[in-house]
Structure formats: C-alpha cells, structure tokens
C-alpha cells in the first residue's frame, strides 16, 4: 500500500509478484473482478462500508462536469425513491440531518476492454470459493421506480467540493474538457442497478489491536472471529440510496475521444495511480466547514440520550443539561449496540475520550462546586457518585444505580419526596449532582499545597556553551511575573533551587539568612540530605536570594570535566528524594546541558540489538518505568528542557517527564532568537498552566458492560478502569475501550462516569464528576450514523501507538487499513440497498473524511518512518500524540493549509485570514501566485509560490525580489501595513491555542525545503513513502467490495 522509499529496498514490480506489503506467495486464480474490464488486482483483505443518504432539492449542486458524447462512457447519477433527478456532480452527499442516509461518494462504469492497469501494492487476499463473475451492464436510461418512501427534512444539498478548495493547482491548467469524458449523468432508478454479488466471503478475522504490555492497559480483547460473531443477530430498517456514479479510471491514452487530462500536469506527489479525481473525492474540509456552518457560535444541548454533538474541531457553546461536555467525555459512538456480536460485526472501535480537566469557553457555565457534606451520597455497592442517571425508587428512599443494578438506600439527612410520573425528587433543580451531567466536589481533607523546584546544570559544557546565562535570566523573569502583587496564588507557592555538575549542590534559602547557603552533596546513590528547612521557601520571600544565586551561577568555573556526560537519574533521584522528604507534589524543571549518557541503571543501548527477545523503541527502560511510577505516588511532574545538540538513541530522556504528565522539551541552539523566544514561551506555559497533582482517575460503566482497555501516555495501573497520575492539565486526553459482557437493555441506555480525585495547587483535595448518558440500538444503521471520525481517528492513534510498543509498525498500519475496510464493508452489506451496484463506494454520512484521517495515520512518521526521521524525533512525537485531545490530534493528522490574503486595506476586515478559509491538503491547491499557510499543533508553515505580487514580498518580507527571501526557520519583520499586523496577529492568535511553542518555517516554491510541506499534504504520496488519498480510498473500496463476494 505504502510506496518504497529510499531506505526501504524494494524490486521493480512485475505482475504476482509483492511489494512492499504485497505477499510474493499470493495465490493466484480465478479472480471476481469488482470493476468491470479492469485486470485482476491482489489487493488487502480489507471492508469499506456502504454508505446511503436522502436525497436533497438544494438546487446548487450545479453540473461541473461537461457531458460526453461518447455512450461507451456513460456515468450515470442515480436517483433517490422519490425519482427526483440531479444534475452531474463531483460529489452529492445527504443532509445533515441526524436520520440522514448516507453518501455514495464514487462509483465505476463499463470502459474499455483491454485496459491493463498495474495491481495496487496491498496485503494479499484469499480468493477461495469465489468465481468469476461481471456485472451487466447498465443501461443508460431506465424508467424510475414506483417504490415510494418517507423523506427526511429537505436541507443543504452536498455541494461540489471546489466551492471550498479555493485556488487552482499551480501545476495543472484549467481544461476545456473535464478529465474523464465518461462523466455524464442521467435519470436513472434504483431497480436499473445490477446486483453483482457472487461467491463466498474470504475469512475476515483479525485480531484487534492488544498490546500486552507498556502504555496504557489492554489486558485482552475477544476476537473478531469470535463464534459469536458469526451468529449475530439484528435488525435494520429498509435502507434507500441516492448517489453519482464516477468512473475512477480513465480512458486509454489512444482512445479517440479521450480529452487532455487535468492529471497529466498535476504534481507528481498529487496524481492518482488509478486516475482518480482526488478534487472528487471526500474532503475533510468540507466536513469540518459543513459542521461549522452548522454549530460555530451556536449553542449544543448536552442532555441525556442526546444526538451527536459537534465536531471537536468547531467552536461551539455545551449546556450542560444532564449529560457532560463532548470536551470532558466524547463517546466513539452514540448510539451503542445492545449486543456484542453487533459490535464485532461493525468493527467499530466502542470507546470514549476523556479529558477529565477540560475547561470551559467564554458564554459556557463555570463547573459547579460544592461541598462535600452537603451531596448526596453516591452508590453504596460500587462506589460510583450521585448523578441524573440514577433511577429514583420507593418515593426518593431508594435508588437504582446504572452502573451495578443494584438499589441503595438515601441516608435519612439527604432524602427528598419525588415528584411527578418520572419520579424526580422536588429539590432536582437546586442540586447540581442530580441534574447536570458534570460538577465538582470539595473535600474536606488537605494535602500539602504544590511547590516549584529548579534544577540547573552547572557542569563544564553548560558554562563553556554561553547558554547558561540565558537560562538564568529567564528564571529571574518567569519568578518575577510569579511575584506579581495582583497574583497572590502564585506569590505563596514555594520554591527551591539545586544545581549540578557531577555533584549536587543544595540551596538554603530560608529567610532568616543574611545570605543563601550552598551545600555541596558527593555522595549521590544514597542521598541523605543535610537540612531540609529552607530547601523550599515561599517565593515571596525568598525572590531576592534566589536572584541573587541565579545571577551569580554564569560566573561559576567549571571544577570537574564532564567531557563523559553527565547522567539524568542523578538530579532526577535527588529531586524526587526532597519532594519525598518535605511530603509535597510538585513540578520539577531541569535545564540539561550537558551531553547525554545512560547511567548505571539504565538498559544498555547495546541490548536492544543483541537481544533475541523482540524489542521497541518505544519501550522505556525499567528504571524509567520504576522513577516514573516514584514519581506518580509522589505527584511529581517532570518537565525536561535539554539544551544538548547531542541526538541520542537508547538514553532517550522522555520517557519520565512524559509518563508524570511533564514534557520534553528540545533546542539546537538557544543562541538564535527563535530558539530563545520558543524557549520562553514553553517555560512560561510549563509554570501557568493550570495543574493537578496526585490524580487518581476511575471509570465506571453500566454492568452489561466492562473498561477493557486505556490507552495514554500513562503507566498501566492494577486495572484498566482505574489510573494513577502524577500531574494532569487540562490538555491531556485518555481513550478507554468498552466490551460487552450482556446484551443491553435498549430502554435503560449505557452511562459511563468518570470520577477524577486531585490534590489542587493550594492543597485542596477535590473530586471532579463527569457522566454521559448514551442511548443504544439493534440497528447497524444506527451505529454508524452516531460515530464521527475525529472521534474514530483519535482513538485509532491511541490504541496503534500503544500497541506499538509491543507488535511491529507495519502489522499495525496494515491492521488500521484492515480494521477500517471490515467497518465500510459491514456497512455496504447490512445497511445500503442492495441494489447498489459493486461499482460505487459508499461510506457513512459522518464518516466520510475517515479515509484521508486513517490513511494520514497510516503513514506518520511513528509508523511509518523516512530518511529524514531520527529515532529522538519519533518519540517526542509518539508522546505528545498520544497526549493530544481530539481537536489536536484532527489537525495534526490533517493540517489546515489556509490561503492568505495578498493585500488588505486599512478599511476592510473581510479579507483577513481565517480558519474557515481552509483548502484541501494537497499539492493541488497551491496556487503559485499565492500565499499559504500550514496550521498543525506541532508545525507551522509559510507556502510562498513562485509568482507572489511584488507588493506582497515588500509588504510581508521587506523585500521585492522573490530569490532574496530566506527558506527555512525564520521569523516575520515587524512591519507597519495593514498586511503584516493582520497575518502576524493571525499567526499569534495560532500560537495560543497550541501545546507547545512552534518555529515558524518559510518554505519557497521549488527550494530543497518543500519536502518540509510535502510531509504535511496528506492527502498527497508523503516522502516516507505513503500513499496518496486517493490511491488509498481506491484501495478501501476495491478491497471491501472483494470482501463481500
């Protein structure tokens, strides 16, 4: 599936034989061929669903492909029951309504006999039991059919996708003529769609993802190939469709009316190997700028049992009406199956992601809190806190839990009469626990409030390399902003100061002193500390010393060579040991200089090639699993900033500040100004931003169902409901997975609570409640009209790169591919007509932009690693995904490529750049005389073509000659035209709503730096070797239609 690269050998394709993921040993024989006249493709064994939608009368959807005279190549644009005809178009989709029927997004007509098109490299298929078989062909007009049914509510017609992909490709020319003169729509009526189903199904088992060990907890998943499977049982309501036809393979280049193709001078990285259209395929684009047409500033109703909620990509205002925020818990599917054999037939991931601190956005209610004493007590039997979802009982004496089944009693002080033939108690409205889906509970109980530890490396590198006095100046300035006297919180918090070479060196900083004490430590495998008052003082009293010791750090000589390095666990050990002594969480920042090496205790890096048990990069070392978890008992966050040029590979240093809820954070060289100014933006943001310590994080779910598995950067606790955390903000995002143990009662729904108890920053022990009510279904159609794929995407990302650390890369890309084609394929037999031809690609209304987000997935660098990619760089970016909420990791898996303006006026608004003004990610929309700009949480890039205006140069660059403007990392003039303080201003409002700080890259049409770009245009052929958009969806489709026969 994935093309060679240059570190990946491969031989000249010949016709049986495999490539890359292709299978040398395939088996060859009588082959059913989906699309008609084609040659014989050994493709994966993979299912892609079947998709159906209503019918729309939004007249926009006018025609933009012009009609063919040729009949041999007739497309022909279905119509719905209700025999209204459309025009032909690229795509046609269904409302957004929630009862929407799907999309037929692609479908193929009869072309030529004796085409020869390569086989598409894929895993191998087992033909067995199948013949062969074609289907008849179709006749260009037939009458309409008679059958008649209910019409969902008339709505915006699914338009064509160019409206919103702005400027042409910069290497293809507008053609008189569209690219495949077979496009032409005619009436036609679903009876005229052959059936061309034939053959027995190939086994379709394969097991899910379950990493045994490592990040997250999986301790096991039933197999898709269960017998249960086998024996599902459901119902479905009758399904009707509406689509075009489009024929994604060209006509022969010697066909006498074949017309100049678009793809001809497209960019090599942009061109399908099929000839498909990628401008007709489905864009996440339009996804997103249909969701947000439909919910940006608009208020969504969380309530119990509620409709798919916004995507996580849309600003949107959540009332919490009993059921909590998609931002806190947002479920993979909202509609859950009621049986488990359904939920295995689908292949749908059933899960959530949690981000217990999620906050609110201005317009929203701020969480309530009250105390403990004064809630209603929660489930005696399991534990689980009071919430809308218990079932009141016996008058308000009694309730039902959702969670166990089983009633507890109402202490005698908490009792309230019901009211009402549903039985809500009188006080329901003034009670926060029993009518909003999301509050908060303070404890009586205090713990030790946070503290603030500095640990700076002093040794001969770090002193002769200048850096230090920087550093230093920084921390006298972040201590300072802390100091302020409108900031009392953060005044009182006190603050320690260590140092280190070889040796350690301690500060007493108690106030009493004339002036700080340093106490020099030799002996650091059992460390003993000499004092322990004074190593951490209130920073509003100790501000002066501790100024006074960082200025006098940089004029510190250097007193040993640490020419060797020096080790990581030294002053990571010896800071744990004083947050331990002073019984206090807290967040440790160290400032790393020095060159890198593995300590005594760490795995040799030498083991991980000379060992015969198969390893992972991604696997931490023992010790660091063994630090972290002393770290997570003690609610200690590391936050590790290295300064080192120095790459390293087995003594990789994140694995601890990543696994307390810190960060890693990495510099070339913090003697350039962009280094630097990143550098304190990511200290600024490490301090600030909002923190717990101590968490403990449990799940409950209703007891027909059971957490099988949580997937994050944690470490695996004694189960998979419950997880311990060392540090938590309000960024990080968890995925759980669910399995079945009973059929579900279709009445009573699924809740899924999640209870987060956290030591706050002053010491405040308090629980945070969330719960989310789901209704359930025996339909499949049901299930897949409730799932969405940012939702699917991120859980899929979870899952693979914890399962990375145990199964090898490409058994999880192929599995993802797997995986995804089953779910399609499982909706094209059991939820589409049945006379949907095996021509036409059908996919889910909501699911429609899955294909580029998986593919995307598929072929990041962790999976899938090029020349450029280094083993540091892999699993900094391993960490921060599997850390990402689902709005992240979206626009990180497909990153919005904006177009900005070339000129504004002083007068005009309307022009300036905008989220909404977002293109498909390909080479295609590149216009070379515009402006674009890439948008990811871990990237930001400026696109400048090669016939940018003049003006435009001088406006932004102060510069007229295109040739003068430096590539690469550079950062934009401050400028005084209305053009630079609008796309500067635009570019910081950006940098806000990012994790980490960005480097912004200049990369120039045709210079050595557009491989930077190319990585970020998914939906192109990625320089590792990926394949394009529309190769991979050619891929899905062929392969679920193989599956079915």
């Avoid at 009493?512 to 430590?521: D, E, N």
């Avoid at 500390?529 to 501790?546: F, Q, T």
């Avoid at 006098?552 to 390095?565: A, I, Q």
């Avoid at 080790?567 to 020095?594: D, N, R, V, Y």
Wanted: aromatic share 6%; hydrophobic share 35%; charged share 15%.
């Amino acid at each position: 599936m994935d093309d060679p690269t240059g570190d990946q050998i491969q031989a000249h394709w010949q016709p049986g034989v495999g490539q890359n993921t292709w299978s040398p040993a395939s088996t060859h024989g009588p082959q059913y061929n989906p699309v008609p006249n084609l040659q014989h493709l050994n493709l994966t064994s993979d299912h892609l669903p079947a998709s159906e939608h209503h019918n729309q009368d939004n007249q926009k959807n006018d025609s933009i492909l012009a009609p063919s005279h040729d009949a041999h190549y007739d497309a022909l644009c279905r119509t719905s029951h209700t025999g209204r005809s459309y025009p032909a178009t690229a795509l046609h989709a269904s409302s957004t309504d929630q009862n929407a029927q799907p999309v037929h997004i692609l479908s193929t007509s009869p072309v030529s006999q004796g085409r020869n098109i390569p086989p598409p490299p894929s895993l191998p298929i087992s033909n067995r039991h199948t013949q062969s078989c074609r289907p008849p062909p179709m006749s260009p007009c037939a009458p309409c059919t008679s059958r008649k049914a209910a019409s969902p509510p008339v709505q915006p017609s699914y338009a064509h996708q160019g409206l919103f992909n702005g400027p042409k490709s910069p290497y293809q020319k507008e053609p008189a003529t569209p690219q495949h003169p077979m496009q032409q729509c005619v009436n036609q009526g679903p009876q005229s769609i052959p059936q061309t189903m034939c053959g027995r199904p190939p086994d379709l088992g394969s097991s899910p993802l379950s990493p045994p060990g490592g990040f997250g907890y999986d301790p096991g998943h039933t197999s898709p190939t269960s017998p249960v499977q086998q024996q599902a049982q459901w119902a479905s309501p009758t399904p009707h469709y509406s689509g075009v036809i489009y024929d994604p393979v060209p006509a022969p280049a010697d066909h006498p009316c074949r017309k100049p193709s678009e793809e001809e001078n497209m960019s090599p990285s942009s061109e399908s190997r099929y000839g498909l259209d990628p401008k007709l395929l489905p864009s996440a684009v339009l996804v997103m700028a249909e969701d947000r047409a439909e919910w940006e500033g608009k208020v969504f109703m969380s309530e119990p049992y509620s409709s798919l909620p916004p995507l996580a990509t849309t600003a949107c205002i959540v009332e919490d009406m009993g059921n909590a925020s998609p931002r806190a818990i947002r479920s993979t599917c909202y509609c859950v199956p009621c049986e488990g054999q359904t939920a295995l037939l689908s292949h749908l991931p059933l899960g959530a992601l949690i981000t217990p601190l999620a906050t609110e956005t201005p317009g929203e209610w701020s969480l309530p809190v009250c105390g403990e004493a004064e809630c209603v007590t929660g489930c005696a039997e399991c534990g689980a806190y009071m919430c809308p979802g218990m079932d009141w009982q016996d008058c308000g004496q009694r309730f039902l839990c959702p969670f166990c089944g089983k009633l507890s009693e109402v202490p005698w002080q908490y009792y309230q009469p019901t009211k009402g033939v549903d039985g809500v108690r009188v006080d329901r409205d003034k009670r926060p626990e029993l009518n909003m889906g999301s509050y908060e509970i303070l404890n009586s109980q205090k713990d030790e409030a946070a503290v603030l530890l500095l640990a700076v490396d002093v040794s001969a590198s770090a002193l002769r390399g200048g850096q230090l006095d920087f550093i230093t100046q920084q921390i006298q300035s972040l201590l300072a902003s802390l100091n302020r006297k409108d900031c009392d919180a953060q005044s009182d918090v006190r603050v320690g100061l260590m140092t280190y070479d070889s040796r350690l060196h301690l500060y007493d900083l108690s106030p009493a002193l004339f002036r700080p004490h340093m106490l020099v430590v030799t002996e650091t495998e059992d460390l003993q500390l000499p004092v322990r008052e004074g190593l951490l003082v209130a920073l509003k009293d100790c501000i002066d010393s501790l100024g006074s010791v960082l200025q006098r750090l940089p004029l510190l000589s250097p007193e040993c060579d640490d020419s060797s390095g020096v080790p990581l666990e030294m002053p990571l050990t010896a800071a744990l040991t004083i947050f331990q002594a002073m019984s206090c969480p807290g967040k440790l920042l160290m400032f790393h200089t020095a060159p890198l090496v593995e300590g005594a205790h760490t795995n040799c890096s030498s083991a991980f090639f000379g060992s015969n048990q198969p390893k992972s990069i991604f696997q931490p070392s023992e010790f660091a699993v063994s630090l972290a978890n002393d770290c997570i008992s003690q609610g200690c966050g590391v936050h590790l900033y290295l300064l080192s040029q120095q790459e390293v590979g087995g003594a990789w240093p994140g694995h601890v500040p990543y696994l307390t809820g810190g960060a890693l954070y990495t510099y070339s060289n913090l003697q350039g100004e962009m280094d630097r100014q990143r550098f304190s933006t990511d200290l600024q943001r490490s301090v600030e931003t909002e923190t717990v310590y101590k968490a403990q994080l449990k799940i409950h779910v209703s007891k027909d169902l059971r957490v099988s598995g949580c997937y994050g950067m944690v470490v695996p606790g004694p189960g998979p409901s419950q997880v311990a955390l060392a540090t938590l903000d309000w960024r990080t995002t968890l995925a759980v997975e669910l399995t079945h143990c009973r059929p579900l009662d279709e009445k009573r729904g699924v809740a899924i609570q999640v209870v987060l108890s956290y030591s706050s920053q002053r010491g405040e022990r308090r629980t945070r409640v969330h719960t989310l009510t789901l209704r359930c279904s025996r339909h499949l159609q049901d299930i897949f009209r409730h799932c969405q794929a940012q939702t699917l995407l991120t859980f899929y990302c979870k899952r693979t790169y914890c399962a990375a650390l145990q199964r090898p890369l490409h058994e999880l890309r192929e599995e993802l591919q797997s995986e995804v084609t089953k779910a399609l394929a499982c909706y094209r037999k059991h939820c589409s007509s049945a006379l949907v031809s095996a021509g036409q690609l059908v996919l889910p209304q909501y699911l429609r932009a899955l294909p580029v987000y998986i593919n995307s997935l598929r072929k990041s660098e962790v999976l899938l690693p090029g020349l450029q990619s280094s083993i540091p760089q892999r699993l900094q970016l391993w960490c921060q995904l599997l850390r990402m909420d689902a709005s992240s990791t979206a626009t990180h898996f497909y990153p919005l490529l904006l177009p900005l303006p070339l000129s504004i006026d002083d007068s005009s608004a309307a022009s300036s750049p905008n989220l909404a003004d977002a293109v498909r990610c390909s080479a295609a929309s590149l216009d070379p005389a515009g402006v674009y700009l890439v948008h990811g949480p871990l990237a930001l890039l400026l696109w400048l073509g090669s016939q940018v205006p003049v003006q435009t140069l001088v406006h932004l660059f102060n510069a007229s000659c295109f040739l003068s403007i430096p590539s690469g990392e550079t950062k934009l003039p401050i400028l005084d035209n209305p053009l630079s303080i609008h796309i500067r201003s635009f570019i910081d409002t950006l940098e806000d709503k990012v994790p980490y700080a960005r480097k912004l890259w200049v990369v120039k049409q045709g210079d050595s730096c557009e491989e930077a770009l190319q990585r970020q245009l998914v939906e192109d052929k990625s320089p590792n070797g990926g394949a394009s958009y529309s190769d991979f969806l050619y891929h899905l489709h062929v392969n679920s239609v193989r599956l079915l026969q």
